[in-house]
């Protein structure tokens, strides 16, 4: 049995740079009077990324999750990192206020989308962003743009009266094109003008079309990573739909070598959270899959 690796799977650059700002983070000193220098308390602001086995893995080395800005000023000399989603300029200044260290480990491409949304409210637009309602990010771009935004995922969701005939878009980065698509032809449609500053990020639409293309040529796909990442789980459900023999796993441990009796391929991708270790770990252990069934046959 082949094991084939999908093109694009894993980390994707948000993901490896907010895993290295903390790593750096961690290794900062401060000097307390009573004790010299000691290790500053590091802590994330909800999970860092969408994977349970790195979450598990910083909590052991001290890397603390927090659920408030509140928590993390109880801490000594803390340090607190802002993930990749981003989040709303009060946290920001809050944290300040309380003498927290931040370090922002927004991804670029959301700050990116940040400031797209607060340049079209101050153009005197009214502001629409193509996303989630609720996703951490798409609450991070609506704040910088004055909290007053509509946010919709599909032209059903447009309100029947938009509220004025000029309309910024910014997009919420992991969308799909055509979604954007269809929201812009939509407005279009009933005469809306609309001003597009499309702030998608390729990362996770190569993930899923490097995906599905290696779905199309194997007899099975594991896909690697937290089944709490969205895009983990979108990748799963790409590749079921292309084979329905796809198994998405979080650890090496999950792997059944009764999936891939008789078969002659099996393809790998992972989520954007998926560190290439836990990637490496699953495709070894397929391999030895592989050459224990071949020995057996
Ligand atoms: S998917 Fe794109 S926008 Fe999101 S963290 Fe990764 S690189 Fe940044």
Request: proline fraction near 5%; glycine fraction near 8%; hydrophobic fraction near 40%.
């Amino acid at each position: 049995m082949r094991v084939l690796l999908s093109e694009y799977a894993g980390a994707c650059y948000g993901v490896e740079r907010a895993l290295s700002l903390v790593e750096k983070a961690a290794a900062t000193e401060c000097c307390d009077l009573a004790d010299g220098c000691i290790a500053r308390r590091v802590s994330t602001l909800g999970p860092l990324i969408h994977n349970p086995q790195v979450v598990a893995e910083l909590e052991r080395r001290g890397i603390h999750e927090a659920a408030t800005v509140a928590e993390v000023a109880d801490t000594r000399g803390g340090i607190l990192v802002i993930r990749s989603h981003g989040v709303t300029p009060d946290v920001i200044e809050e944290a300040e206020a309380r003498g927290l260290v931040v370090v922002d480990a927004t991804c670029p491409h959301v700050s990116k989308a940040q400031a797209a949304a607060r340049e079209l409210r101050e153009q005197g637009m009214s502001v629409l962003v193509v996303g989630e309602t609720g996703h951490p990010e798409v609450e991070s771009i609506s704040a910088h743009a004055g909290g007053d935004v509509l946010v919709v995922q599909e032209p059903d969701d447009l309100p029947k009266q938009m509220p004025g005939q000029e309309t910024g878009i910014v997009v919420q980065t992991t969308q799909a094109p055509a979604a954007l698509d269809a929201i812009v032809n939509e407005l279009k449609r009933r005469g809306i003008k609309p001003h597009v500053r499309n702030t998608i990020c390729s990362a996770t639409l190569k993930r899923q079309q490097s995906a599905e293309a290696l779905a199309h040529t194997v007899d099975a796909m594991v896909v690697v990573g937290g089944r709490n990442s969205g895009n983990t789980t979108r990748l799963t459900q790409i590749c079921s739909a292309v084979t329905p023999a796809t198994y998405h796993i979080e650890t090496p441990d999950e792997l059944n070598p009764e999936w891939f009796i008789g078969l002659e391929s099996v393809g790998v991708t992972a989520g954007a959270s998926t560190p290439q270790k836990q990637i490496d770990a699953v495709v070894q252990l397929l391999s030895c899959i592989a050459d224990r069934i071949a020995n057996e046959s």
